[in-house]
């Protein structure tokens, strides 16, 4: 009798050793996730309806972006990007609509110059929230007003607070720290 007592102490035991390595473990990973991803932690755990769902889509998207070859941009490229840049601020002057799609072409370019897969919004925005999770957002709130403009219902301030988004994002992805020493940190 003692001795199933015993078995039974140490069976408890290990299974609270479990269950604390268990809630130890998951709690590493979600404090990994929400270090590197910020507000985009916050915000893929409200779309996707839990914690769970939102740290797989996460982790997805790292693997994802950790395929690609993202590069730093080069001197050439840097003045390029620059040039067009300034055009689409001076552009908003005279026609702020067709500013706020060349910002929107230009980070497209950009993007896809650095190696990020240039698809949908969707995606594309995905792909940004690993290495720029904090100005991912600032893409989005364009990326809405854009939207917004296409249905009519954009006003002239509405479109210079989506050139000022994009404006932090074009910052970030051509004069910012490059992915692989914001990763080494």
């Known amino acids: 009798m003692n001795t199933n007592l015993e078995l039974f102490v140490v069976l408890i035991i290990v299974v609270l050793a479990a269950v604390g390595l268990t809630l130890i473990m998951r709690n590493r990973k979600t404090t990994k996730l929400r270090g590197r991803f910020g507000p985009e932690y916050d915000r893929t755990i409200e779309q996707s309806g839990g914690r769970g769902q939102a740290e797989a889509q996460l982790q997805d998207r790292e693997k994802r972006v950790d395929a690609f070859a993202i590069k730093p941009l080069g001197a050439g490229d840097k003045e390029r990007f620059g040039v067009s840049w300034r055009r689409a601020q001076e552009e ?3 026609d702020p609509a067709r500013a706020v799609t060349h910002a929107d072409e230009l980070l497209g370019d950009v993007m896809s110059t650095r190696g990020y897969p240039v698809t949908d919004f969707e995606q594309r925005s ?5 290495d720029h999770p904090v100005v991912v957002q600032n893409y989005r709130a364009a ?9 009519g219902e954009a006003g002239t301030e509405d479109l ?26």
Do not use: C, W
Request: cysteine-free; charged content about 25%; aromatic content about 6%.
């Open 126 to 130: 995905a792909d940004l929230s690993v």
């Open 160 to 185: 210079r607070q989506a050139m000022i988004h994009y404006r932090t994002l074009f910052d970030e992805l051509v004069n910012g720290p490059e992915p692989a020493l914001a990763k080494a940190s």
């Open 92 to 94: 908003f002057v005279d």
């Open 143 to 151: 990326h809405e007003v854009a939207l917004k403009h296409g249905r």
